[in-house]
């Protein structure tokens, strides 16, 4: 049978022998089962709200066997607004992730690419002048802020 309930709450429960249901209570304090677990997100969110609801009774359970629209209110669909925009909260800060790591990875090439090229340009530089170790760190100083300075220069 079709019964149209306001639902003051939804909690899922476990039974004697184990199995999992969502008891239902509206707001006259009369419980519904629902064994069917499909269901229980629309139950959850219809809470505070009207649904139509198909409903089988077994001796003194009322069991939800069925769930069909909830009533029209003025904010008709609020879990799935706030899950839209959830989602485009996470697409929004995984962006950013991916932006500041692009960025990271660049800033790391440019600093391996110079430290690399700056030795390679010193020792030759060098060669066959026998430096000492600060002539030799000074020569990669200079030309690894030298390439730094022309990377962006296009």
């Known amino acids: 049978m079709k019964q149209t309930i306001t639902i003051a709450s939804a909690e899922v429960k476990t039974s004697k022998t184990g199995k999992k249901y969502m008891e239902v209570k509206d ?11 499909i269901l229980w997100m629309e139950l959850e969110q219809a809470q505070g709200k009207e649904i139509e609801l198909e409903i089988t009774q077994s001796g003194n359970y009322k069991n939800i ?16 607004n706030t899950r839209s925009k959830q989602i485009a909260q996470a697409m929004d800060r995984k962006q950013d992730f991916i932006k500041e790591s692009q960025g990271s990875k660049e800033l790391g090439i440019k600093i391996s690419s110079t430290a690399r090229d700056s030795v390679l340009i010193a020792t030759t530089i060098l060669q066959g002048k026998n430096p000492n170790e600060i002539q030799m760190k000074n020569e990669i100083v200079k030309w690894r802020e030298w390439l730094l300075q022309q990377w962006d220069i296009r």
Do not use: L
């Open 27 to 37: 707001y006259e304090n009369n419980k519904y089962s629902c064994w069917e677990d």
């Open 65 to 80: 066997v069925g769930a069909g629209t909830m009533m029209p209110t003025d904010n008709y669909f609020p879990a799935k």
